[in-house]
Nanobody
Framework: QVQVVESGGGLVQPGASLRLSCAAS????????AGWYRQAPGSQREWVAR???????EYSDSVKGRFSISRDVARKMLWLQMDSLKPEDTAVYYC???????????WGQGTQVTVSS
């Protein structure tokens, strides 16, 4: 069983930066796909960034060039550095570990990010 806990969200002004953290516990997921997702009010959960097997990194078009995902397998940590934040980045951000893109994997409770002036 894998458990994940996100942290680092908050209220920031447009243009600011935040760094989200995801601490995982358990075993057997070192080679899982590790990713960040977000869900804004009234919207479906969407993919933001992920580290695939082989350490290929992918970003959604909406965050490319502004967000950076990183991972420390030994420490079971995943981070999302978010720069140049925009109001449309406001959402609950979730960490996810999954074996394949077709399996649900493990989710945390999420951390709220609000970008507002």
């Amino acid at each position: 069983q894998v458990q994940v806990v996100e942290s680092g969200g908050g209220l920031v002004q447009p243009g600011a930066s935040l760094r989200l953290s995801c601490a995982a516990s358990g075993s057997g997921f070192d080679h899982y796909i590790a990713g960040w997702y977000r869900q804004a009010p009234g919207s479906q959960r969407e993919w933001v960034a992920r580290i695939m097997r082989g350490d290929t990194i992918e970003y959604s078009d909406s965050v490319k060039g502004r967000f950076s995902i990183s991972r420390d397998v030994a420490r079971k940590m995943l981070w999302l550095q978010m720069d140049s934040l925009k109001p449309e980045d406001t959402a609950v951000y979730y960490c996810n570990y999954r074996r394949t893109l077709k399996t649900p994997g493990y989710w945390g409770q999420g951390t709220q990010v609000t970008v507002s002036s």
